[in-house]
């Protein structure tokens, strides 16, 4: 078991610390025996690991040697809970998304429930789908003006999605005429989401698209995350709900991408 600390480059120790911060995420709350454990660790260096991660706000410590994820930066809440979080905004901005899809075009979909929302708008338009969220395909599976293709992967259920290595050798493989994705945090510009394997899949997506189009309901611009997949001027279109802070919209519309404030 390596001691970590100073004989570790800085880079290692930044990339270990990711890795345990994105552990403790999605479990929840982890000892700091298992986070040493799995990073390979002395005790000792995991608990300067810790340590660093609670300055940048990313875990808490808990009582009797116990850590647990800073939910606001590192966790996302079920596909399930989050298809009816916000459902007026998501509503409203799915109409808009909706009107910038051509009928016969093809449309990269990923587990974004804004996506969803988007895609029951289109419920009579014949489309090529290509999605990696089984919640997606269930959604589209009785359209018979819809051609689906789903890609392989690792499911997982918190997401209702497939993910890894080979979904994204899919992805990589097609090009669709748009891609419709959200994010979970804004910051300076770029676009991020609490976990590594969900964000490798939105950058794959938003590069296999001739337009991507972002879904954002106004929450998300004060929301931090941990994985940056884009730039706000990767998208030809950003649409967002009428309750965005005026500041935001501001700063997004000097980017440049086209930005539709859905009513």
Same mark, same amino acid.
């Given at each position: 078991?390596?001691?970590? @600390?100073?004989?570790?480059?800085?880079?290692?120790?930044?990339?270990? +610390?990711?890795?345990?911060?994105?552990?403790?995420?999605?479990?929840?709350? =982890?000892?700091?025996?298992?986070?040493?454990?799995?990073?390979?660790?002395?005790? =000792?260096?995991?608990? +300067?690991?810790?340590?660093?991660?609670? $300055? $940048?706000?990313?875990?808490?410590?808990?009582?009797? *040697?116990?850590?647990?994820?800073?939910?606001?930066?590192?966790?996302?809440?079920?596909?399930?809970?989050?298809?009816?979080? !916000?459902? #007026?905004?998501?509503?409203?901005?799915?109409?808009? #998304?909706?009107?910038?899809?051509?009928?016969?075009?093809?449309?990269?979909?990923?587990?974004?429930?804004?996506? /969803?929302?988007?895609?029951?708008?289109?419920?009579?338009?014949?489309?090529?789908?290509?999605? !990696?969220?089984?919640?997606?395909?269930?959604?589209?599976?009785?359209?018979?003006?819809?051609?689906?293709?789903?890609? *392989?992967?690792?499911?997982?259920?918190?997401?209702?999605? /497939?993910? @890894?290595?080979?979904?994204?050798? =899919?992805?990589?493989?097609?090009?669709?005429?748009?891609?419709?994705?959200?994010?979970?945090?804004?910051?300076?510009? +770029?676009? &991020?989401?609490?976990?590594?394997?969900?964000?490798?899949?939105?950058?794959? =997506?938003?590069?296999?698209?001739?337009?991507?189009?972002?879904?954002?309901?106004?929450?998300? &611009?004060?929301?931090?995350?941990?994985?940056? &997949?884009?730039?706000?001027?990767? &998208?030809?279109?950003?649409?967002?709900?009428?309750?965005?802070?005026?500041?935001?919209?501001?700063?997004?519309?000097?980017?440049?991408?086209?930005?539709?404030?859905?009513?």
């Amino acid at each position: 078991m390596s001691t970590g @600390g100073g004989r570790a480059s800085a880079e290692a120790v930044r990339r270990r +610390r990711r890795l345990i911060a994105e552990k403790v995420a999605k479990r929840g709350t =982890m000892s700091v025996e298992d986070v040493a454990s799995e990073a390979g660790v002395s005790t =000792m260096t995991a608990y +300067r690991d810790i340590e660093a991660l609670v $300055e $940048e706000g990313l875990v808490t410590r808990q009582g009797r *040697g116990t850590v647990s994820a800073a939910a606001s930066r590192l966790s996302e809440v079920s596909a399930l809970l989050r298809l009816e979080q !916000n459902s #007026a905004e998501k509503a409203a901005i799915a109409r808009a #998304a909706a009107a910038l899809i051509r009928p016969g075009s093809s449309v990269l979909i990923d587990d974004s429930t804004s996506a /969803l929302w988007a895609l029951r708008e289109l419920a009579s338009v014949p489309l090529t789908v290509v999605t !990696n969220s089984l919640l997606v395909a269930r959604e589209v599976e009785p359209r018979s003006a819809v051609r689906l293709l789903v890609t *392989g992967g690792e499911y997982q259920p918190w997401a209702e999605s /497939l993910l @890894g290595k080979t979904a994204l050798d =899919m992805i990589d493989g097609v090009r669709t005429d748009y891609c419709l994705l959200s994010a979970s945090g804004i910051s300076d510009g +770029r676009c &991020f989401h609490p976990y590594e394997d969900v964000a490798l899949v939105k950058r794959a =997506m938003v590069a296999s698209a001739e337009k991507a189009i972002l879904l954002l309901d106004h929450t998300k &611009f004060a929301r931090r995350a941990l994985h940056s &997949f884009a730039a706000l001027t990767d &998208f030809s279109h950003i649409v967002t709900d009428s309750a965005i802070d005026p500041a935001d919209l501001e700063l997004v519309r000097q980017l440049g991408p086209e930005v539709i404030v859905a009513e």
